[in-house]
């Protein structure tokens, strides 16, 4: 039995945290993310979890670090300038292997923008916004329902694989409101366990099958080292190329190894599809209007949406490559995700950008502009 209701996007974002099973929040309030935090402040108290509002963002990102290994789901929310404060504790998170889900209600930058206008513009942020080489998760839904859903989901991978996960989100889904049913019931994703006793030699580093430690809770009575630096099995800093390699190859491998179970591209109208538009998050509704008012003209294009942004998917793009003469990347910024669809595709068809960054949303009449232009220099 699932219940209606009229909700914005940020609203499903908190209320898909919750019932993932999220009990602390830690962030500070900036637009156009503020109403998630809004949510889990009315919320958390009364499922028994802990809303915080930290002085700064990074401070808010060392609580649900804090929270985290103290046993907690946790999540945070911002925007772009509020993103870019918390980069260094994301890229802690990503060393130690702490879960956590960070929410990204994009808007227009850099630096403070244009704060009520929505963007597109941090897409490569989320993948190398923190230093050095890391492995991270970046997932965008499209509408209020898939907020929720997607909520859900960061949380279950950040717990499964013990990673910064971020939820990429924009302001036109954020600010979007639509009438959602939404489940009684959703599939969680549990804390990992320890499998060894501190008398059984209990190793907190130690990677399970899957390549992912059973790090315990802090004050469950286990001894554990938690750092930035690289560290071995014992989670103790080891200056060696050797355990330097394995702990790098193994941070990228233990996500890598899912990639077909993590990376969700939606496809429609790809069976006759000669032209497809890619596109993500709330440029995607805009983006699948100007496919079906392109088909109704007789253009035989498709539609492509990237649910997950990382892992890239290399695989299902070079595949599309292969079948069209042309793709299309729709996006709310001056091109940043064309160049990993052209890097998939590996020359094998035509890609052109449509781009958009005056604060403004696309109107389908401008993406099917630029389907009109490429089926011209394609077919002459």
Known sequence: MSKAKLMQGNEAVAEGALAAGVRFYGGYPIT???EIAEGMAKMLPQVGGVF???????????LVLGASLAGKKVLTASSGPGISLKQELIGYAAAAEIPVVIVNVQRVGPSTGQPTAPSQGD???????????HSVIVLSPWSVKEAYEIAVRSVNYAERFRTPVILLTDE???????NVELPEEVEIYPRRTPKKTRAEGYEPYAP?????????NFGEGYHIHVTGLIHDETGFPVGSPEVTEDFIKR????????????????QEFMNDADFAVVSFGGTSRTAYEAV???????VKVGFVRLVTIFPFA???IREIAGKVKGLVVAELNYGQIVHEVRRAAEGQCKVNLCAKYNMQIFEPEEIETAIDEIVKEVNG
């Open 123 to 133: 897409v490569m942020q989320a993948r190398w916004g923190t230093h050095g080489d």
């Open 314 to 316: 290399d695989k299902i």
């Open 172 to 178: 036109i889904v954020g600010h979007l409101r639509e």
């Open 251 to 266: 941070m990228h491998e233990k996500i890598s190894r899912a990639e077909d179970e993590i990376i969700d591209v939606k």
């Open 52 to 62: 915080m509002q930290a002085e700064d963002e990074i401070a808010g990102m060392g």
């Open 292 to 298: 079906k008012n392109a088909r109704e003209k007789g």
């Open 208 to 216: 399970d099958d899957d390549l992912v430690p059973n790090v315990a």
């Open 32 to 34: 156009p993310s503020t």
